[in-house]
């Protein structure tokens, strides 16, 4: 392997020569959130693509947000260290399912609009009314007409909390996220015996059994607000992708953060279960790679052009 300190004054160096921009994603190894120009949730991630004014993204993270960046920006060069980091989530709805789903639900005479986790391919996309993420779920849920049904796809956990915080009756596809899924019950449970006084936040992706036990539940920007407005050294179980520790540790170093169900191996190491796979295809030699060769890329696709619009009406425009 090659030396981290030395890829990273390549790395440097290579973004200056192609006036490149670097945007990592919290779940991304600490050291990619390093090199990083802008590090955020999905949702701020997606906004600074479309704003910046470089004319190459590296973005460190997974398909479907270099994908929206893409989208949000087809005259950039949108890069990415590895493009088979895809998400279960945006895996577990095809858009051909997706299709025949709404069709009979339409035949039945059932007034939907379908709003889709941003965790999705930009084909499934284009079938959705709206896109929301973790961080702008509720207002944008609050933009559909009350006369329709929602059909929220593909996460069943985050819908079902979104539905229970909006009042909004939703029809549910049956997806999840591979890392949030696997939570443990017993083992937060026990961290929070070991530390009583500690403050629980868990992403809306954790099933309701964890959601439940919740002092905190929101996205990671929310998180890192949330932690960062607290000046007294507190503890916090956190219940999300353990990258997630990096920023945390950053913005309130005056806290301890233990991530959940890291500290329950009994060789005291990080669980690698609340590991995304997936964000850890990301690696600072495919970024120095992906920089220097000027690619793998994501090529704008003609049916790309179908996704622009509800992508850009639900991310980039606020409520009228
Ligand atoms: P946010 O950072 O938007 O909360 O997203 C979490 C996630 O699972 C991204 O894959
Ligand atoms: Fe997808 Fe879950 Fe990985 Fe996020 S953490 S990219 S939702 S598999």
Known sequence: AEDPLELMDEIEALKKERNAAIL?????????????????????????????????????GVHFMGESAKILSPEKTVLM???????????????????????????????????????????VKSLCDWIVTSGNARE????????KEILFVPDQHLGRYLSEVTGRKMILWPGSCMVHEVFSIQDLLRAKRNNPQAIIMAHPECPRNILEHADVIGGTEKMRRHVAAIAEPTTFLVATEANMIHPLQKIAPQHTFIPVPGIMTSTGETCACNRCPHMARNTLQKVRDALRDMQPEIVW???????QEVLRRSLLEPAK
């Open 140 to 147: 944008i849920i609050d933009r559909v007409p009350a006369d």
């Open 24 to 60: 990592s994603h919290f779940y991304t190894d600490g050291d990619l959130q390093e090199i990083a120009d802008f590090t955020g949730d999905s949702l701020k991630l997606a906004r600074d693509a479309a704003s910046i004014t470089n004319p190459v993204i590296v973005f460190c």
């Open 301 to 307: 696709q003609p049916f790309f052009a179908d996704a």
């Open 81 to 123: 260290p590895d493009l088979q980091a895809g998400c279960s989530l945006a895996e577990s709805c095809q858009p051909e399912d997706l299709a025949r789903f709404q069709n009979e639900l339409r035949a039945a005479g059932r007034d939907i609009q379908t709003v889709a986790y941003i965790n999705t391919s930009a084909a």
